[in-house]
């Protein structure tokens, strides 16, 4: 089955501070992908990745920069981390072979951003 | 923008009742439209998709009705159960890919 799975599962950071989310997953999928989820909003895409060395912005990047060292691992890095930061952050990987790509998320990580 | 909308943004049915989730986009270059069903404290997670060149989609007691000419969709739950209480997540892209537009979710609660 899919393993994507997240650290941390919950994190407070002072404004102004730095935050790395991680993800791991063990699907040797090719893409990866970094949502935040906001009440009223959905989902909604930050950046993304095709592999290893490769990152891409989504819809909202602005605040974020994302790292894929390899293959497994994507990180989520807030340099300067802001109150509007605060949400529930989800990684996913996907599998774009064969006719649909299904994207296997992780349990999200909750940021507080005082 | 929100290029896809949802509505109701909550439901509740009782067992056994038919649950009625719709959803609307904007951009026609969407092809593909999963459904993700999200439990508390969990990630979501896919349930049903279609392409645009079907019009019904069924998986047990889920099908999604799709109307290309409107852009238009709506997931249906048949016999409603206890256990299908969740958030559901209608999402949209332009190929097949991750890269999903999703709308604001439908929290559906079903009562027994």
């Known amino acids: 089955e899919a393993a994507v799975t997240q650290s941390p599962r919950n994190k407070v950071a002072v404004t102004g501070g730095k935050v790395t989310l991680s993800c791991n997953q063990t699907n040797n999928h090719n893409n990866m992908y970094w949502y935040r989820q906001d009440t009223g909003h959905g989902l909604r895409l930050i950046h993304y990745?095709?592999?290893?060395?490769?990152?891409e912005k989504g819809d909202i990047p602005d605040g974020y920069k994302a790292s894929r060292p390899s293959q497994e691992n994507f990180s989520l890095i807030l340099e300067l981390a802001t109150p509007s930061q605060t949400s529930v952050y989800f990684c996913?990987?996907?599998?774009?072979?064969?006719?649909?790509?299904?994207?296997?998320f992780g349990s999200g990580t909750r940021l507080t951003v005082l | 923008q929100q290029q896809v909308r949802q509505s109701p943004q909550s439901l509740t049915v009782w067992e056994g009742e038919t649950a009625i989730l719709n959803c609307s986009y904007e951009?026609?270059?969407?092809?593909?439209f999963p459904w993700y069903q999200q439990f508390p404290g969990e990630g979501p997670a896919l349930l049903i998709s279609i392409r645009s060149v079907s019009d019904k989609k069924e998986d047990g007691r889920f099908t999604i009705f799709f109307n290309k000419r409107e852009k238009k969709l709506s997931l249906h739950i048949t016999d409603s159960q206890p256990g299908d209480s969740a958030t559901y997540f209608c999402?949209?892209?332009?190929?097949?890919?991750?890269?999903?537009?999703f709308g604001e979710g439908t929290q559906v609660t079903v009562i027994s």
């Open positions: 996913a990987s996907g599998d774009a072979g064969g006719a649909a790509e299904t994207l296997y």
């Open positions: 951009d026609s270059t969407f092809n593909y």
């Open positions: 990745s095709y592999g290893a060395g490769s990152t």
């Open positions: 999402a949209a892209s332009p190929e097949l890919s991750g890269k999903l537009t």
